[in-house]
């Protein structure tokens, strides 16, 4: 996703104070590529980013969160903003019935999100809804459309598939009115691509049934095509809202941005399956979090360094294992561990840590921590990879080195041996003695 790209740069800009200019170009191009390839429209994308920039430049960073962070914050408003507001609501038309009109191509829902629909505005907002089948063209549209109104207990309207889709439509309202049908819900015909004979259809369909809402039914799996195929729709017919459907498949949901940016038409339901309880109301935040390629932006960012830093650690945890642990892989531990952050977390992330009783009221300060780390670059390397040869005067030597006491060479001999015994323990408690015990 879209984080995944920013990681990089986040990493670089991380502990910065304020969020350059440089900073900012370097994530936007990460941010354009990214919107790319998740189908957006290029002219949105250029348009986006410059207002990114714009608001991210210059800022101060707030405390809780990094500058990669805020950056990614600005995106994620920016995409929500440019997404337009919740609008889930269905017109109701001063005199019933409430006409709304199904349109789109070949198998992008329509069918299915007619029977949707109805289903919820009969369970959410109590109305009576009829459907009506004007499909004529696809084989066994008719009959879907059927088995759909069973299913749901609810009428629906067809007159066969020999008399013409405008001629459905008009007698369908009458009898919805003869009925008191409140809603009625028109399913008609797509192609698989737009032509001149359907889109005629649909404006004669639409004259007779003067509808309250055309909804166009798009296929979110399209991407891009979706996006022209909503400016044709919206060109010819007028267009009140959009329903994104399929987006319970692993589609990036570009789509979505560009369709409302394009046509300017509300997206206002998404489908979520096949299911007839498979429809939402649309929210933009979630849909720019799913663009943005993750479930909560912010914690998001710190669950991909938490996972990077779960790599290290299992890399530790062999070695533990393996009893190969060296003041080397400790330097570069503690190396690590200083550009993570504060210095106390460096106890949790050792694997076991949080387990071993002595380890919890340990502080460690910033000073101490580069002491330890002058002591062991004053050690040779075979010093380093074997401490047991580490005599007085290589202690003398190393001391002098690093600029630091003989005691403090010693307890850092210490503490390590101390350490390498927990490991020894841990790894034969992990042996299956004690079950249940698992490095974390
Ligand atoms: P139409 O040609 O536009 O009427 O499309 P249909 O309603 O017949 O749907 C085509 C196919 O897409 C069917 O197999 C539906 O079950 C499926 N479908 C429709 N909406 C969704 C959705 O939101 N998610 C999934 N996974 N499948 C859907
Ligand atoms: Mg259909």
Redesign the pocket.
Known sequence: GLADRLQNTIQKIRGKGKVTEADVKEMMREVRLALLEADVNFKVVKDFVKKVSERSIGQEVMKSLTPGQQVIKVVQEELTELMGGEQSKIAVAKRPPTVIMMV??????????TGKLANLLRKKHNRNPMLVAA?IY?PA?IK?LETLGKQLNMPVFSLGDKISPVEIAKQAIQKAKDDHHDYVLI?TA?RLHIDEALMDELKQVKEIANPDEIFL?VDAMTGQDAVNVAESFNDLLGLTGVVL?????DTRGGAALSVKAVTNTPIKFV????KMD?IEPFHPERMASRILGMGDVLTLIEKAQASVDEDKAKELEQKMRSMSFTFEDFLEQLTQVRNMGPLDEILNMLPGANKMKGLKNVQVDEKQISHVEAIIQSMTKQEKINPDIINASRKKRIAKGSGRSVQEVNRLLKQFEDMKKMMKQMTSMSKGKKKGFKFP
């Open positions: 789109g191509l070949q198998g992008a829902g329509k069918t299915t999100t499909d696809r549209a879907q399913d797509g039914v459907t399929k987006l319970d498949g489908g979520l399956g096949e498979a």
